[in-house]
């Protein structure tokens, strides 16, 4: 039997995540249950062991915490795909981990990065395929028309993790104001 540590954080939604002994392995939907997990490992369910320790998954619960307050932009906690997925979407995953925060990319670029440009649709796929919602950042592949596109935890947190992004990276390249000199320095010399 499989042991897996769970635990959940929640800024505004909740989210569930498990990871094994090697890493992070997979993180729910917002809103959805921990029962989630067996459409990213079918046929498991019996052999999954739950427990929840503190101690274990405290790392992976500050980090996201942090990422969903706009106070974290990478995440170094290990991930753990091992069970699941087949060899190409491994590799989309891999190529999404590459996306930098803060930016977004077309299915078709994504297809292109991964060297098959033809395979559009099952990039798609492999995206939606993604067990590990926000530590792979899929919802930064979006549609050539701009649109968000289809997303596991719904449009609107698609959205809402977007904009977070680009919140943090509008206030750090915000320039910062220097004070104004008060009335009672401005006929002095040396300002």
Partial sequence: MKQLY????????????????????????????????????????YDLEYKYEEKQTKP?????EEYLTGKREQFDVPLDLTDTGTEFQQQVWRAIQA???????????????????????????AVAMNPL??????????????????????????????ELEQTVITKK??????PLPHLSQLNRPGL
């Fill in 60 to 64: 992976v619960k500050e980090q996201l």
């Fill in 133 to 162: 919602l926000i530590l792979v950042p899929c919802h930064r592949v979006i549609k050539a028309n701009g649109d968000l596109g289809k997303y596991r935890g719904g449009v609107a947190a698609k959205q809402k993790l977007l």
């Fill in 99 to 125: 996306i930098p925060y803060g930016q977004t990319i077309t299915y078709k670029q994504l297809a292109e990065q991964v060297g098959r440009p033809e395979a559009v649709r099952a990039v798609g796929h």
């Fill in 173 to 178: 390249a915000a320039p910062r104001r220097l």
């Fill in 6 to 45: 769970w635990d959940s954080v929640e800024e505004e939604q909740k989210f569930f995540f498990t990871m094994t002994k090697r890493g992070v392995n997979f993180v729910s939907s917002p809103g959805r249950f921990l029962s989630e997990i067996y459409d990213f490992y079918p046929g498991q369910e």
